[in-house]
C-alpha cells in the first residue's frame, strides 16, 4: 500500500469519526465504556495485594506466618520492586498516543491488563507470575481512559467526570472482596487464581467492545484532520514551523538538574520535596494491607468473614472520602485541606492496624482503612501536581513537576524495599505493630512540616509565580 493510499484510508476513517462525534447517543456510550475500563484499571492494580498472602503460600508451598514464609514474601516482594523498572519506559510509551492516536493505546492498554491478569493466574512457577505482574504494571499507569475524558467532555464537565468515573472505579474494587469471599477458600490457597477471573473477562470483553464504540477523540481527529487534508507545501511549511519551535523550546527548556536545583534552593518547594518523600515512603503501608490483616486473621483475632467484610467494605469509603477531599481542597485551600487529608492517612491508620491486631468490629476497620488511603492519595495528588505547580514560575513547572514524582518514585522504591527486609527480618505476624511504628511518625514530620514551612498557594496567579528563595 503506498503511503498516498495508506493516508486517503486514514482520512476516511478519521472523518467517519468526526461525524460520529455528533452522534445523539455516542457521548453516553462512551462514558458507559470508559468508566467500565476505569473499573477494570483499578481492579488490575489491586487484584495482586488483595490476594498477596495467598499467592505466596500457593507459590512457594509455604503457609502463612512461618519462617518459610517471611523469606518467600521477602524475597518475592524484593523481586517484584525490581519490576517497576519497566516504569522507565511509560513516559515515551505514553507519547506514542500523540503520534498515531489516543483509541489504539486505550485498546492495547485495556486487553494488556488482561493478558498481564491471565499470565498470573496460568502460572505454575514464580517467573510466569512475574512475568505477568511486569505486564499488568506496564499497562495499568497509563490512564488512557482519563485523557479520553479531558479530550472528549465539554469543558464544563470534565472535572465533574473526572471525579465521578475515578470515584465509582475506586467503589468498584470491593469487587475483589466479594470475589474472594464467593471463590477464593482460605484451606486451598490456590483458588487465589479464581479473584482475577471476573477482571480478566472485564478487560477482555471491554477492550473488545472499545473496538466497536470508542472513535478517536475529536482533539487528535482535529489536529490529524487537518494534517491530512493540507498539500505538500503546508505540510513542509509547519514542518518547519514546529522545528523552529521546537528549537526555541530546547533553548528555554529546563534541564532535569536544574529542576531539582530549583526544587532543593527555593524555601517553598524544598520543604514540598521533603514533605513528599515523606509521605511517599509512608505509603508502604498500602502494599500490606492484606498481610497486615492475614496475620489478625492467623491470631484469632479477626474471623475470615470480618476479613471479607472489611476487603468488600473499604473500597466503597475510600471512593466517597476520595469525593468528598475534593470538595474540602476547593472550600478550604490547599494547605488546609492537605492537613485534613494527611491527618485521616494517619488516623485512619492507626485505627486499621489496631484492628488488624485486637478485637475491633470490621466495619470500623474497614472504614479506617478506606479513610486512610483516600486521604493519603488525595495528599499526595495535591502535593505532585497542585502545590507544586503553583509553587513554581510558568517556564519551569512541567520540569519541576516531574522531578517531584521523581522523588515519589524514590520514596515508593525505598518502601517497598523496606517493607520486604521488615517481612524477612521480624516476620509477617508482626507487621501491623511495625509498620505502624515506622510509619506513623513519618506522617506525623510530613504534617508538621506542611504546616510550618509550606505556604498556600490556593490564590496563586499561575502567570506570575512569586519564588522566594
Given at each position: ?189 490456590a483458588t487465589w487464581r479464581n479473584a482475577f477471573i471476573v477482571p480478566i473477562i472485564l478487560a477482555f470483553v471491554i477492550g ?129 485541606s492537605a492537613l485534613i487529608l494527611g491527618l485521616w492517612a494517619a488516623l485512619g491508620l492507626a485505627v486499621f492496624a489496631y ?115
Open positions: 500500500m503506498t503511503k498516498t493510499e495508506k493516508e486517503r484510508k486514514e482520512l476516511e476513517k478519521l472523518e467517519k469519526a468526526e461525524a460520529f462525534h455528533g452522534h445523539r447517543h455516542y457521548f453516553a456510550i462512551l462514558i458507559v465504556v470508559l468508566s467500565i475500563i476505569y473499573i477494570v484499571d483499578e481492579l488490575a492494580s489491586n487484584v495482586r495485594g488483595a490476594v498477596d498472602s495467598f499467592t505466596i503460600c500457593d507459590l512457594f508451598n509455604t503457609t502463612f506466618g512461618t519462617a518459610e514464609y517471611d523469606k518467600a514474601s521477602g524475597t518475592l516482594g524484593l523481586v517484584t520492586t525490581g519490576c517497576y523498572l519497566i516504569y522507565l519506559v511509560s513516559p515515551f510509551y505514553k507519547s506514542l498516543a500523540d503520534k498515531f492516536g489516543r483509541r489504539i493505546f486505550l485498546i492495547i492498554n485495556t486487553i494488556g491488563m488482561g493478558v498481564g491478569m491471565l499470565l498470573c493466574i496460568i502460572s505454575r512457577s514464580v517467573p510466569i507470575y512475574l512475568l505477568g505482574t511486569v505486564i499488568m504494571t506496564f499497562f495499568t499507569p497509563n490512564d488512557m481512559q482519563v485523557i479520553y475524558i479531558m479530550e472528549c467532555a465539554p469543558k464544563e464537565h470534565r472535572a465533574k467526570l473526572c471525579s465521578i468515573t475515578k470515584g465509582l472505579a475506586l467503589i468498584s474494587v470491593s469487587l475483589l472482596g466479594l470475589f474472594i469471599k464467593l471463590y477464593v477458600n482460605r484451606e486451598n490457597p473488545i467492545a472499545a473496538i466497536y464504540f470508542v472513535k478517536e477523540t475529536p482533539v487528535y481527529t482535529k489536529k490529524r484532520l487537518q494534517y491530512l487534508r493540507s498539500s505538500e507545501e503546508e505540510r513542509e511549511a509547519n514542518a518547519r514551523a514546529e522545528k523552529e519551535q521546537a528549537k526555541k523550546e530546547k533553548e528555554n527548556s529546563v534541564s532535569v538538574w536544574s529542576s531539582f536545583k530549583f526544587i532543593f534552593t527555593n524555601k517553598q518547594t524544598r520543604a514540598i520535596a521533603l514533605v513528599a518523600l515523606l509521605l511517599a515512603f509512608a505509603t508502604g503501608y498500602t502494599g500490606k494491607y492484606q498481610n497486615m490483616m492475614e496475620a489478625g486473621v492467623t491470631k484469632g483475632i479477626m474471623s475470615s468473614d470480618g476479613f471479607n467484610t472489611v476487603m468488600l467494605f473499604y473500597p466503597v469509603i475510600n471512593g466517597i472520602f476520595t469525593m468528598i477531599g475534593g470538595f474540602i481542597t476547593d472550600a478550604l485551600g490547599r494547605k488546609k484492628g488488624c491486631s485486637f478485637n475491633l468490629n470490621p466495619y470500623i476497620v474497614g472504614f479506617a482503612y478506606g479513610f486512610s488511603i483516600a486521604g493519603l492519595w488525595s495528599i499526595s495528588d495535591m502535593i505532585y501536581f497542585v502545590i507544586t505547580s503553583e509553587s513554581t514560575p510558568t517556564q519551569m513547572r512541567a520540569s519541576v513537576v516531574g522531578s517531584m514524582q521523581l522523588l515519589g518514585m524514590v520514596g515508593t522504591g525505598l518502601n517497598m524495599v523496606f517493607n520486604n527486609v521488615v517481612t524477612m527480618t521480624f516476620g509477617s505476624m508482626k507487621l501491623p505493630l511495625v509498620l505502624t511504628v515506622a510509619y506513623l511518625p513519618l506522617m506525623a514530620l510530613a504534617l508538621l512540616i506542611m504546616m510550618l514551612k509550606v505556604k498556600e498557594t490556593k490564590d496563586v496567579d499561575l502567570d506570575n509565580v512569586q519564588v522566594d528563595e
